[in-house]
């Protein structure tokens, strides 16, 4: 940013870099450089070790589910925490007072929300000082190539402006988090936290992930989300309460103090047990046991026609359960529908899968092959071992990453389907997409469209991203010439804001009218290839308590995408003789 040297023209937060040549004040005309200010970020408050117990955490922006277990895991650390309610439209009004114009619809709903809460502080009697220095707002940060990576300036800029200057973030990046810890003293990144939070991701995509599964065919009306509120609460209180892992408390005695006197066996035996007692422990085991049983008391009609629309887009717009989204998700049930959603765990995955991917296709430059001479064989076997070391700790991860969430699905009940596999979507989604490109969620709103279309998982695919979301405007771009080469195809992109609610439900309906056409017509001949009526069907489902398990695992024909359609399929072979009945999860 270059200005004059004027004094009362310089910006906020810039400081002066360099000088015109000569010394002397550069001025427009006079034939010498102009003066350069740069832009620095303004000295951020950090948060403390010592602030620590009297210092309040807020977050949000997840789903319900999420952040209760967020909150059972910063308590389990020693922290004091607050989730903060839903975004609303009151908070998007804030966030564009305040803000600056032209912001993504996640910024502001995120800063409207948090001083929409602030405020609400006010009211019940708190100065601005006592909450600037009582309360820190804990969030997702970014570097990304789109308005992202500019949020934490805009947050700071709007709570200036309402009244908050000096109220401190703290925002976390995967590949910062030590610099984050570093800076400040009052985030502990510790084993025991790190492992509780990837639990939490794990047990919020599931616990997300079925209740929009079992909901759209529950008989009983509001028995799916008592029934996962409280296996929710359930879960926190584990995530809690769980006795922590320390060796020296498992061993015997005279192990113990042979152990003790080693700090680097003392050390790696305590991580070692903390992450087998973390994923593994028969106690975290029977928590998830007992959640399939309490779902699996649920009984659900699978008779019922449902088109299945799966979600996609910019990662907020995708995942947030409110007026961010129009409430998407509530309306299409509403119309119903049967919606898949989208996991945390597969844009972690698909993080995973890109950083590996960059590194391949940067070899030779960051690990300089050239440098070395032909006879250094030390040099160039050094070399390459630090790529290959690199290489294998991101598969590895990656691997471990899907088995993980593969494992817990497992134990809730099996009707989450795995990760799909991120080679593929990038395979599926190359020819339209470059899958090296970055910015929001690159290629994989292209790959999961085709991928989920050609599969025959879904009746149609709707992509929600925020209004002028820049990557996600690209890849609607693009998806003309994939809906060319796939006319079976019925996607629909909406844009979120703060309005135009009436427009998105009516372009929805629309597209909705020819899923749901699809889905009827899917059923009929399903139905038809069984030799049995519907009212037959359901009679036998009803003498059989198994059928209305949410968790029966009635087999998935390929070409087939609603629920209905292969149960029917699968109840006329029970019928007929020719199938046998399965057994559900945890069934002898």
Not at 387 to 400: D, F, I, M, P, V
Not at 420 to 442: D, K, M, N, T
Not at 526 to 549: K, N, Y
Request: aromatic share 10%.
């Amino acid at each position: 940013m270059a200005t004059d040297c004027n004094p009362a023209a310089e910006p906020a937060h810039a400081t002066e870099d360099c000088d015109a040549p000569g010394g002397s004040p550069a001025r427009p005309g006079n034939g010498r450089a102009a003066r350069v200010r740069h832009f620095r970020s303004p000295l951020a408050r950090h948060f403390l070790a010592e602030d620590r117990h009297k210092v309040t955490v807020l977050f949000g922006g997840f789903t319900w589910k999420h952040e209760r277990l967020i909150a059972a895991i910063l308590r389990r650390s020693g922290y004091r925490c607050q989730q903060l309610p839903t975004p609303d439209l009151a908070a998007f009004a804030l966030g564009k007072e305040y803000g600056n114009n032209g912001q993504c619809n996640p910024t502001y709903f995120t800063i409207g929300n948090l001083i929409k809460f602030l405020r609400s502080l006010e009211e019940r009697g708190l100065s601005r000082r006592e909450i600037v220095e009582g309360y820190i707002f804990f969030t997702a940060g970014s570097c990304g190539p789109c308005r992202f990576g500019m949020y934490e300036s805009e947050y700071r800029l709007a709570l200036e402006n309402a009244g908050y200057s000096g109220f401190r973030l703290v925002l976390y990046q995967a590949e910062q988090a030590i610099k984050a810890a570093a800076e400040n003293t009052g985030l502990q990144f510790t084993v025991d936290f790190n492992l509780g939070a990837l639990n939490m991701l794990y047990l919020g995509d599931m616990m997300n992930d079925l209740s929009y599964r079992i909901r759209p065919f529950e008989i009983v009306p509001g028995s799916t989300n008592r029934a996962v509120d409280e296996v929710v609460d359930s879960f926190a209180s584990f995530l809690e309460h769980r006795r922590r892992f320390e060796i020296l408390e498992r061993l015997p005695r005279p192990a113990a103090s042979l152990v003790a006197r080693s700090r680097g066996l003392k050390g790696f035996l305590d991580v070692t047990g903390k992450v087998l007692n973390h994923l593994y422990s028969r106690e975290f085991v029977e928590e998830m046991h007992r959640a399939q049983q309490r779902l699996g008391e649920l009984e659900v009609d699978h008779t019922r026609v449902k088109p299945v629309v799966k979600i996609v887009g910019e990662f907020w717009a995708q995942l947030t359960e409110g007026d961010g989204n129009f409430n998407m998700f509530a309306f299409l049930e509403r119309e119903g529908a049967q919606v898949h959603i989208e996991s945390i765990s597969g844009w972690i995955d698909y993080l995973l899968y890109q950083s590996r991917k960059g590194m391949e296709a940067r070899k030779g430059l960051d690990y300089r092959y050239n440098d070395a001479r032909w006879w250094e064989l030390g040099r160039i076997a050094a070399n390459r071992w630090g790529y290959r070391r690199k290489w294998l700790l991101l598969r590895g991860s990656e691997r471990a990453w899907e088995y993980l969430y593969a494992r817990t699905a497992k134990h809730l009940g099996g009707i989450t389907p795995p990760l799909v596999r991120q080679r593929e979507l990038a395979r599926l989604a190359h020819p339209f997409y470059h899958s090296l490109a970055r910015g929001g969620e690159g290629h994989l709103e292209v790959g999961k469209n085709v991928y989920y279309t050609t599969n025959k998982l879904c009746h149609m695919v709707l992509a929600l991203k925020p209004f002028g979301c820049m990557p996600s405007s690209q890849s609607d771009g693009v998806q003309s010439a994939v809906v060319n080469r796939f006319p079976e195809m019925t996607f629909l992109p909406i844009e979120t804001a703060g309005e135009g609610e009436i427009n998105a439900y009516s372009r929805v309906q629309m597209a909705l009218g020819e899923a749901r056409a699809r889905a009827r017509t899917e059923f009929e001949v399903a139905l038809g290839s069984t030799g049995h009526s519907l009212d037959a069907i359901r009679e036998f489902a009803g003498a059989h308590r198994r059928l209305r398990s949410p968790f029966y695992p009635f087999p998935r024909r390929p070409g087939v995408a609603g629920a209905a359609a292969n149960f029917v399929m699968h109840a006329g072979r029970l019928m007929d003789g020719r199938e046998r009945m399965a057994r559900l999860p945890g069934e002898r």
